[in-house]
T-cell receptor, first 113, second 111 residues
Framework: EPEVTQTPSHQVTQMGQEVILRCVPISNHLYFYWYRQILGQKVEFLVSFYNNEISEKSEIFDDQFSVERPDGSNFTLKIRSTKLEDSAMYFC???????????FGEGSWLTVV | SQQGEEDPQALSIQEGENATMNCSYKTSINNLQWYRQNSGRGLVHLILIRSNEREKHSGRLRVTLDTSKKSSSLLITASRAADTASYFCATDTGANSKLTFGKGITLSVRP
């Protein structure tokens, strides 16, 4: 069964460093998302991406965050200057169409020290 | 309270019993989806129910949706130890499909 794949599974970074989290969405999907889950808390929406542009973003997704689809398969989340509070599990997700099932990857654990 | 609130927050049952988990939400929705998350792992999609549907089945799972009460329930029949996980409901309100998650229910199934 097709799946969303994410790398790395776990990354430890120094505060202030840049981090890029990578995702390969399901191949024929058109909508892409990033969510995050701080340990012990609910899953929070960060950003949605469709037709090569951001379609919606949350208040969390401030200027230090950016997303890119550099080629036909990858979808990346960049955090420019990491803060301690960015420590969380980051999930990439995709769906074929808006209003359809959204499939999530296994997540990337980010620990900022 | 917030969109997608589940209850109970924790549920412990014996293997073989049925588990019922509830979710309430505040605003009108397009779809409601249930997900399972094993500790430290990804979100596994279980079932999607649309606002014009009242009930859906998938294997041992049964989901109901009552839009008049803004609530949904997930029933797992004949539970197994492997069903031990956190369960989340998530709603979307339109074509953009941004999901709003609840805090989740921790289900423990004792062998």
């Amino acid at each position: 069964e097709p799946e969303v794949t994410q790398t790395p599974s776990h990354q430890v970074t120094q505060m202030g460093q840049e981090v890029i989290l990578r995702c390969v969405p399901i191949s024929n999907h058109l909508y892409f998302y990033w969510y995050r889950q701080i340990l012990g808390q609910k899953v929070e929406f960060l950003v949605s991406f469709y037709n090569n542009e951001i379609s919606e973003k949350s208040e969390i997704f401030d200027d230090q965050f950016s997303v890119e689809r550099p080629d036909g398969s990858n979808f990346t989340l960049k955090i420019r200057s990491t803060k301690l509070e960015d420590s969380a599990m980051y999930f990439c997700a995709s769906s074929l169409l808006g209003g359809n099932t959204i499939y999530f990857g296994e997540g990337s654990w980010l620990t900022v020290v | 309270s917030q969109q997608g609130e589940e209850d109970p927050q924790a549920l412990s049952i014996q293997e073989g019993e049925n588990a019922t988990m509830n979710c309430s939400y505040k605003t009108s929705i397009n779809n409601l989806q249930w997900y399972r998350q094993n500790s430290g792992r990804g979100l596994v999609h279980l079932i999607l129910i649309r606002s014009n549907e009242r009930e859906k089945h998938s294997g041992r799972l049964r989901v109901t949706l009552d839009t008049s009460k803004k609530s949904s329930s997930l029933l797992i029949t004949a539970s197994r130890a492997a069903d031990t996980a956190s369960y989340f409901c998530a709603t979307d309100t339109g074509a953009n499909s941004k999901l709003t998650f609840g805090k989740g229910i921790t289900l423990s199934v004792r062998p």
